[in-house]
């Protein structure tokens, strides 16, 4: 470094005697030039991140805030009480009050919240294994504190196996958001009809109407991706039931029933249409693709069989 200053200095103020008279020195300076043109100075400062902690507030106080005005209308409308009260609902049994697809449900809510807050988070400025966590927090945070005041409402009691499918639906969608070549493969969809007793439209509290799917997709195996008789291919089994939730005195025969489909996948098909065969392109193409994870349109058939004749 000395010497690189010293030929910087003799450079600058006696050029003409160093080439001129003293042809060694001007030699040496030719060389001092020389090393001194290969330094690089140090690259430039990456700019600093902006700092997402109170986008991350404020996106956890909306959701919660949402998901607390929509229970309030719908869930604790008949007020609240100041006893804690609990009961065990069971899971899948014959004789429980939804026959399990209510718990399936709960399931399916924290881990389609989870799925569709993680790019959110991301989009904000977090990064995917922080957008992962913050997400899978949220979603079962505000789906614990939903099963807690369902404890104190008049209407409900708290169930301890909804708040265990509330987790499960949580770990879910942290393991698919950190395996994408599993998330590639394998959907975790609700399909929803209108049941025949029911009033409204009512995906969310119409039970008959509901029908829970795991999807897997032929498009994530190459073998079964180029090949055109198998590429828009997909499989799924699911679980639904029937007349479990009949109101206002209509009777209906209860089944519970496992599904075996075969549908189309819509994700390959727009990406084959409009994009070039190339998934994830554009942020429109990445929204689309992760509601047609999460929800089965009807381009599917089912073969049905009922677990209680």
Not at 159 to 173: L, M, P, Q, T, Y
Not at 188 to 213: E, M, V
Not at 250 to 277: K, P
Request: glycine residues 10%; neutral net charge; proline residues 5%.
């Amino acid at each position: 470094m000395r010497l690189r200053i010293l030929a910087g200095v003799l450079a600058g103020f006696v050029p003409a005697l160093a080439t001129a008279q003293l042809p060694e020195y001007g030699r040496l300076l030719a060389q001092a030039r020389a090393i001194a043109a290969t330094e690089t100075s140090p690259p430039p400062l990456a700019p600093e991140k902006p700092d997402p902690t109170w986008r991350n507030v404020g996106l956890i106080g909306g959701f919660t805030a949402g998901v607390a005005l929509y229970g309030s209308q719908k869930w604790w409308s008949d007020g609240l009480t100041s006893h804690f009260r609990s009961e065990s609902e069971g899971w899948f049994g014959k004789d429980t009050p939804y026959g399990g697809v209510d718990k399936l449900g709960h399931l399916y809510t924290t881990y389609a919240s989870a799925r569709i807050l993680t790019p959110v988070f991301e989009w904000m400025g977090n990064d995917a294994k922080a957008s992962r966590t913050l997400a899978t927090w949220t979603a079962f945070g505000v789906m614990a504190g939903v099963e807690i005041v369902d404890g104190f409402s008049k209407q409900y009691k708290f169930s301890r196996e909804d708040f265990i499918a509330n987790g499960v639906g949580a770990v879910f969608a942290y393991v698919m958001e950190a395996q994408p070549g599993f998330d590639k493969l394998v959907d975790f969809r609700i399909a929803y009809k209108q049941s025949t007793h029911s009033s409204d439209w009512d995906p969310f509290g119409d039970y008959s109407g509901q029908r829970y799917l795991l999807v897997a997709k032929a498009d994530a195996l190459p073998a079964l991706r180029d090949n055109p008789l198998t590429r828009y291919l997909e499989v799924s089994v699911g679980y639904g039931t029937r007349g479990y939730d009949a109101s206002q005195g209509v009777s209906a025969t209860r089944s519970r029933d496992v599904y075996f489909g075969i549908s189309l996948n819509l994700a390959r098909v727009l990406a084959d249409g409009f994009y070039g065969g190339t998934m994830s392109t554009t942020r429109t193409q990445r929204n689309t693709e992760r509601f047609l994870d999460l929800v089965q349109l009807p381009v599917a058939a089912y073969a049905r069989k009922e677990l209680d004749q």
